[in-house]
């Protein structure tokens, strides 16, 4: 779909001016199609080389005090490991993201902090290590009479059991 120069200026939400530079500047080149002396431009393949062409650093405003900042960061790095703004952008879009994701899985109750997980596993072995220590002191003097050792691996199961179940209830 062929669009004059305001329409294409309209659809990218730009002035029409700004697209008139572009493409005498040649950014929009194989896009442009000459119809007498007026120009159009292919809408596809025009937003898709404004996209390649144009940087994210001309599309949005960044703050003085931001560029400074980043120009100090880059100043003494190697060339090739001075990161693309285009990527760097992406990626610290990405870890926003993936902190709200975060926070909603936090304030839903669907995610804990290790700290929490730690403490808790921490009390239930606590406990469990505590009913197996005192487990003698409560089986003995039922052992003590008994001398039939199916009676006493079943009061013995029975007591280890009985112990499992309770941190099965407590977690």
Known sequence: MLLSITDFAKVKGLSRQRISKAVQMG???GAVVN??????IDKDLG???WDK???IAHKVNIPTQTRE?????????PADQIPDFNISRAKNEFYK???????VLQQKKELISAKEVEKKSFELA???REAF??????VSNLFASETDATAIDGVLRKEIHSCLESFVEAA
């Not at 119809?35 to 159009?40: L, S």
């Open 97 to 103: 993201a993936e902190l709200a994701r975060i926070q």
């Open 27 to 29: 950014k929009l080149e």
């Open 69 to 77: 900042e980043l120009k100090k960061q880059v100043q003494d790095m």
């Open 35 to 40: 119809r007498g002396k007026k120009k159009f």
């Open 53 to 55: 062409t144009t940087p």
């Open 133 to 138: 220590l005192t487990l003698p002191d409560r």
């Open 47 to 49: 937003l898709e080389l």
């Open 126 to 128: 606590v406990g469990i």
